[in-house]
């Protein structure tokens, strides 16, 4: 008899939430590609998206008459009623490889990824955010839904141990699945005329370029990350030296920190050193790895941490913080530095940019690692996951 799993696609649906432009969506995208691969008799995957079962027009409209949390109501209540009626007999178990879009309940069991537990291990960065009431009912609805699942998946060895920590879970209901990183990260980008792509970025000609690639709420660090540079700017015109220029790649300006980091990037002075490209796709984001002197990665806390691997895929030299799974993810093929130190991350970045050697032996370690972590990796770990699971279950 097949044992039939249901692959929640909705991080992938570009009406739903922002997975889609996010880590998550890539996780879900190269998830489901490698699993839908695998061939097993007695196993079979069926990917569906939560949100494209319909819901009864009563209850609809009572859902868009309430005035707040219409969101939350409909992924907690609304959509496990669907489920339970629509996907029974259909599939033995439902996966949701994002832990935020897991029900608190459901007649059918559940296989919940966790992804990180940022609200609960760094709760102190985010208390002057928190909308009251509404912002306590999520986390505690993703919390039991983590707790209500029958497996749970882990994208490190440092998420797992935060949900045994922090949520009491016990150990052997946990498998491992870390992520992967993309063939296209270690492929060439050909010639790449440096001049014209600097042009285009806005990217001043002839200085060192600093990349980072990330978000700009509190555990990103970004606050750090100025003052770092603002000191590596300095000692680099000291020595008379061109001073290195900041690359942002991404959409900060729809962020809710952006406007606290515009003031941060005046006060400190930093105007003509930080220089926003917006946000790149793949094939451009490698010709900027390219020409980059270094990546800069200065996180509190990640659930994986993949932008670090990517560049390091790419041969660009990594600065990141060994906070969280940063350790565990860059090895030793990185430099890495204490985030609550604004000097450790000085120095890091001055030994690469001061220091061809350094550099060199970054450039030539960082493909080695990131090889480690591929997505068909990740998919045989989930898949092993699964067939664990079917024998729990017959």
Not at 65 to 92: C, D, E, H, M, W
Not at 218 to 233: D, G, Q, Y
Not at 349 to 378: C, F, H, I, K, S
């Amino acid at each position: 008899m097949t044992f039939t799993i249901g692959l929640d696609l909705s991080a992938l649906d570009q009406g739903f939430k922002s997975h889609a432009y996010r880590g998550i969506g890539r996780y879900v995208r190269e998830l489901s590609r490698h699993l839908l691969e695998m061939d097993d008799q007695g196993l079979k995957i069926l990917p569906f998206d939560h949100t494209h079962y319909r819901l009864p027009g009563t209850m609809d409209r009572l859902l868009q008459a309430v005035p707040a949390g219409r969101q939350t109501l409909r992924q907690q209540i609304a959509y496990p009623l669907q489920l339970s009626t629509v996907a029974r007999g259909k599939f033995n178990a439902l996966h949701f490889p994002a832990h935020m879009d897991a029900p608190t309940w459901c007649a059918i069991p559940c296989i919940v990824t966790v992804l990180d537990l940022i609200p609960l291990v760094c709760a102190d960065l985010y208390k002057a955010e928190r909308p009251g009431w509404r912002y306590a009912l999520a986390r505690g609805l993703e919390n039991r839904a983590i707790r209500n699942a029958k497996l749970l998946f882990a994208i490190s060895e440092n998420t797992a141990r935060d949900v045994v920590r922090v949520l009491g879970i016990p150990r052997e209901r946990i498998v491992v699945t870390p992520l992967g990183v993309d063939d296209r990260f270690f492929a060439d980008p050909g010639d790449v005329d440096e001049v014209a792509l600097r042009k285009s970025l806005g990217l001043p000609p002839e200085r060192p370029i600093v990349v980072y690639v990330g978000g700009l709420d509190p555990r990103k660090n970004s606050a750090l990350m100025l003052k770092a540079f603002r000191e590596v700017a300095a000692a680099a015109r000291l020595a008379r030296r061109a001073p290195p220029v900041l690359a942002m790649v991404g959409r900060y300006t729809e962020e809710r920190g952006y406007p606290h980091f515009l003031r941060t990037v005046a006060e400190l002075g930093l105007g003509p050193d930080v220089v926003e490209t917006g946000f790149l796709e793949d094939a451009a984001l490698l010709k900027l790895f390219r020409i980059a002197a270094l990546f800069f990665f200065p996180s509190l806390y990640e659930g994986f941490g993949l932008p670090p691997l990517e560049a390091m895929a790419a041969g660009v030299p990594v600065v990141s913080s060994r906070a969280s799974a940063m350790a565990e993810t860059v090895g030793d093929a990185a430099l890495t530095f204490d985030p609550a130190s604004v000097d450790e991350a000085v120095a890091a970045m001055l030994a690469v940019l001061e220091n061809r050697e350094v550099a060199q032996r970054l450039r030539d370690a960082g493909p080695a690692q990131a090889r480690r972590y591929t997505w068909r990796r990740t998919a045989e770990a989930t898949f092993a996951g699964y067939k664990r699971f079917q024998g729990e279950r017959s």
